[in-house]
């Protein structure tokens, strides 16, 4: 009896050492990155799905300030959505901070999809966040521009109800990650940072890359 309530009381202090231990540690990040189109949502979706770690779109999370009622951001980022440039860094690195600190995922690791998209996403990212995560990597979805173009019409045609899922848009989004984000992409991977997965395969085999490398990261 005696033995049974030392193991019980043992074992509640144990886990409640370990959840202190997962909170009390830096969030742990990683970043997704690949042309609009290459599937990173999509892949996103999957981790979240098998790991439950926690998913934050930098574009969704625009899309959500955009038409959030008085936002005073609205018009603005929707003219960065539609001309596929990139909404400065204060407000998207404000809307994922705030993301995380209302997160209670017991993991405490983050999917941050579409960010740093440039150099002043990564500079804003520097200056505040940095220091307050633990980067664990770049998963970088490679996928052609042929590909990724399709794919995105074939989503606006049916329905995703985005302004930048169109011809137009299409090509100046490709032209920004051409210009603004392939370099950052080239400099986490200088640093060893990158996972490079095939997005021209299906989804379920793009995630079975991750599930290949993640235990390499103690994911
Ligand atoms: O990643 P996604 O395709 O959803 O992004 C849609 C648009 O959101 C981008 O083309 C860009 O205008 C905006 N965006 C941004 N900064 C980011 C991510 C997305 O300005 N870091
Ligand atoms: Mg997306």
Redo the contacts with the bound molecule.
């Keep these: 009896m005696y033995t049974l309530r030392f193991l019980a009381t043992g074992a509640r202090r144990f886990i409640r050492a370990m959840s202190a231990a997962t909170m009390n540690r830096k969030p742990e990040v990683m970043f997704i990155l690949g042309s609009?189109?290459a599937g990173?949502?999509t892949l996103c979706r999957y981790i979240v799905e098998h790991y439950g770690y926690v998913h934050l779109?930098?574009?969704?999370?625009?899309?959500e300030e955009r038409v959030k009622p008085g936002s005073q951001y609205g018009e603005f980022?929707e003219t960065?959505?539609?001309?596929?440039?990139?909404?400065?860094?204060e407000?998207?690195c404000s809307l994922i901070d705030r993301a995380m600190q209302t997160s209670e995922n017991p993991h405490n690791r983050f999917l941050i999809?579409?960010?740093?998209?440039?150099q002043d996403?990564l500079d804003g990212w520097n200056k505040v966040m940095a220091d307050k995560v633990l980067l664990k990597g770049v998963i970088f979805c490679e996928c052609s521009e042929e590909v990724c173009t399709q794919r995105?019409l074939h989503r606006g045609a049916s329905g995703s109800g985005?302004s930048?899922d169109n011809e137009q848009?299409l090509i100046?989004?490709h032209q920004?990650y051409l210009k603004n984000t392939l370099p950052i992409i080239k400099m986490y991977e200088q640093q060893g940072l990158v996972y490079k997965v095939n997005s021209m395969n299906t989804p379920e085999e793009v995630f079975q890359d991750v599930v290949a490398f993640f235990p390499k990261l103690g994911w």
């Design positions: 609009p189109g990173k949502g779109s930098a574009g969704d999370l625009l899309r980022i960065h959505i539609r001309n596929g440039t990139i909404v400065p860094v407000i998207t999809d579409g960010f740093p998209r440039n996403n995105c985005r930048d848009s100046l989004r920004t």
